[in-house]
Structure formats: structure tokens, C-alpha cells
């Protein structure tokens, strides 16, 4: 099966991560000119935390389709995808803390307490800090694969937050893409339960099965 050879695979990345700045260019674009329509805090809040949500939902997918297509070198991709998605996530925690409340404990506390979507919000974050602090190969060999899997399954506890936090945020009338988001995260944690089922299940020996004797008896 052909593969990328690794000048195909850097211009690959290359322009995978231009289309991730793409978002944040057009932000900064409609900030400098003020042309952010409506409310620009809500605006900015609302386009960091959808791009936060999207790459997210696409670093999810790269295992899916590495392992249908047989494409290994899709796996080159998620560092990059969950890296941007940790960014916009930032960004969008600093719109909130910063352009919305002027770094204010007592008012960010107040409204945490008032709004409870921004609960699962702060927690997702937390929880992608140190996904994003170990995403290098020295975390890798410092923690050693076994637990730097175990840790980076929450990505997907971060996507069950994500999406929760944007299903308590939008309206009733407009809940058509949380709905959207949270059924692609429902069929990749169906994928993964599936997959997990399916490796944990035991070999089975054939009832006919005798082992191989290479000597009649034990040699001298």
C-alpha cells in the first residue's frame, strides 16, 4: 500500500497547519478592522471555542481512519490537530476571563457560579493542560507508553465536557450544532468502545488444535 514519503508528508502538515491559523487570522482580520458583527466579546468566544471543539472532535477522528484506511501516517497528524485545539481552547478560556470580566476573580467566580456551562468549560481545559504539556517525545519516554496512553485517553472525558458545555450554552432554538457535535463524539466513543471489546476478547483455540511435538522424546 503506498505511503507518503516524507517530502509529500511535510507538505502535507505544512498546509494542514495553515488551514488550523486560518481561523485565527480571519479573527484577527475582523478584530483590526472592526468588523466583528454584533457583540465582538460573544463573537470571539464563540469562534475560539467552535475551532477549539472542531479540532478536537478531528484529533478524535485520526485513529478511526488510520486504522480503516490502513494509513499509518495519519498518525503524524493528531500532535498538530490536538495542539491547536488545546490553542483555541486557551484563547477562548482568555476571551472569557479577560475580555469579558478584565482578569476579575470575584466577577469570573460570580459568573461560574451563575452560568453553570462554565463548569465544564474550566474542567475540559484543565483536563487538556497536560495533554498538551506531554505531547512531545521526551514526555513520551519520561512517562513511558503505558501511562502516557492511560493519560491521554481523556481526551475523550474532554470531548463528553466540550460538548456539554456547548449544549448548556446555546438556546433552545439553536441547538442544531451541539447536536451535530455531540453525535460525531457519540460514533467515535461508539468506534472506540467497539474496538476495545474487540481486543479484549481471548483467542479461541480450535478444538481439533494439538501442539507441535518436534522430538519423540526429550532430547539428551
Known amino acids: 500500500?503506498?505511503?507518503?514519503?516524507?517530502?509529500?508528508?511535510?507538505?502535507?502538515?505544512?498546509?494542514?497547519?495553515v488551514l488550523c491559523l486560518t481561523p485565527l487570522a480571519y479573527l484577527l482580520a475582523k478584530t483590526y478592522g472592526r468588523t466583528i458583527p454584533g457583540e465582538p466579546v460573544e463573537f470571539i468566544q464563540r469562534w475560539t471555542g467552535y475551532w477549539a471543539l472542531t479540532l478536537l472532535l478531528l484529533t478524535l477522528s485520526i485513529t478511526p481512519l488510520r486504522t480503516i484506511t490502513q494509513q499509518h501516517w495519519l498518525l503524524r497528524l493528531r500532535r498538530m490537530l490536538g495542539l491547536f485545539a488545546f490553542t483555541y481552547a486557551s484563547l477562548h478560556f482568555l476571551a472569557f476571563i479577560g475580555l469579558e470580566h478584565s482578569f476579575e476573580i470575584s466577577a469570573i467566580a460570580m459568573d461560574t457560579i451563575k452560568r453553570p456551562h462554565v463548569s465544564p468549560g474550566f474542567a475540559a481545559l484543565a483536563?487538556?493542560?497536560?495533554?498538551?504539556?506531554?505531547?512531545?517525545?521526551w514526555a513520551l519516554r519520561r512517562l513511558g507508553g503505558r501511562r502516557w496512553q492511560e493519560l491521554h485517553r481523556n481526551v475523550y472525558l474532554i470531548g463528553i465536557l466540550g460538548c456539554a458545555h456547548y449544549l448548556w450554552l446555546a438556546d433552545a432554538g439553536a441547538l442544531?450544532?451541539?447536536l451535530g457535535y455531540t453525535l460525531v463524539l457519540s460514533l467515535l466513543l461508539g468506534w472506540r468502545m467497539r474496538e476495545r471489546r474487540r481486543k479484549?476478547?481471548?483467542?479461541?483455540?480450535?478444538?481439533?488444535?494439538?501442539?507441535i511435538r518436534?522430538?519423540?522424546k526429550k532430547p539428551d
Open 214 to 216: 518436534f522430538f519423540r
Open 127 to 137: 483536563l487538556l493542560i497536560p495533554l498538551a504539556a506531554t505531547s512531545n517525545q
Open 1 to 17: 500500500m503506498q505511503q507518503y514519503i516524507p517530502r509529500q508528508l511535510l507538505a502535507l502538515r505544512s498546509t494542514l497547519f
Open 200 to 211: 479484549a476478547i481471548p483467542f479461541s483455540r480450535h478444538e481439533d488444535a494439538k501442539p
Open 176 to 178: 442544531g450544532w451541539p
